[in-house]
C-alpha cells in the first residue's frame, strides 16, 4: 500500500460515521485516483467549513452566518420551536419541508448513565426564549429511546408552567411499515399513540 499519508487519510476517513476501514480504504483509493478533481475541492471545501461554519447562537444549529438561515428566514412561524438531539435532527426535518417553525438543539438527552444532566445540555437558552414571550408552542422531537423519553419528560414539567403548549410527535408505525417486522416498544408506542379518525 501507499506510504504514511495515504494511511493518515485513510485513518481519517474510517473516523467518519459510516465508514469503517474497508469502506475508507476505497473512499481514499478514489480520492487520490483523481486527486485535481476530487481531493483539492474536498480539501478547500473542508478548510473552508471548519473557518466558517459555527453554532447558532439562539438555537445552535450549524450555519456560516449567527442567527442560521433558519431563525434568521422572516418566514418562519417564530411562535413554534421544535426541539432536537443534535444538528443532524434540524437538518433532516428540514429535508422533510415539514416543519416551518424555528428549532432549538440540545446537544444531547439526559443520561443518569452517560452521566449527563440538564446542565449538560442547552436549556438554559430554550428556556429563555419561552420567558421572552412569543412562543405558543414547542415540540418535542427527540427519540424513542429510554434516555429521550427521560428529556422528554423534564422538558414537559418545565414547560408546562410556563404557560407554553408542549407537544412530542408521534411514535410508532412508520409509512411502509409492516406490523409483523416491528419491535414490541415500536408496536406498543404506536398503539398509545393512536388517535380518533
Known amino acids: 500500500m501507499g506510504g504514511p499519508e495515504v494511511e493518515r487519510l485513510i485513518g481519517l476517513l474510517a473516523k467518519l460515521p459510516g465508514l469503517g476501514p474497508r469502506s475508507a480504504r476505497r473512499a481514499a483509493l478514489r480520492l487520490l485516483q483523481a486527486p485535481d478533481i476530487r481531493m483539492l475541492p474536498l480539501a478547500v ?3 473552508e467549513a471548519a473557518r466558517a461554519v459555527r453554532s447558532c447562537a439562539r438555537c445552535g444549529n450549524l450555519d456560516s452566518s449567527d442567527p442560521c438561515a433558519v431563525c434568521a428566514d422572516p418566514h418562519r412561524d417564530p411562535g413554534l420551536i421544535c426541539v432536537v438531539e443534535g444538528v443532524g435532527d434540524v437538518w433532516a426535518l428540514e429535508r422533510a ?4 417553525g424555528l428549532y432549538h ?5 439526559l443520561s443518569a448513565l ?11 437558552p430554550l428556556m429563555e426564549r419561552v420567558r ?3 412562543v405558543s408552542e414547542v415540540i418535542l422531537a427527540l427519540a424513542a429511546t429510554v434516555d429521550g423519553a427521560t428529556t422528554t419528560h423534564w422538558l414537559m414539567e418545565k414547560l408546562k408552567p410556563m404557560g407554553v403548549t408542549v407537544s412530542r410527535v408521534g411514535h410508532g408505525v412508520p ?15 404506536a398503539l398509545r399513540a393512536r388517535r380518533a379518525y
Open 132 to 134: 421572552e414571550g412569543g
Open 175 to 189: 409509512m411502509g411499515g409492516a406490523l409483523d417486522v416491528l419491535d414490541d416498544g415500536t408496536l406498543a408506542a
Open 45 to 47: 471545501a473542508l478548510a
Open 105 to 109: 438543539v440540545l446537544g444531547g438527552t
Open 114 to 124: 452517560g452521566g449527563t444532566g440538564p446542565e449538560d445540555l442547552n436549556l438554559a
Open 97 to 100: 419541508h415539514v416543519h416551518r
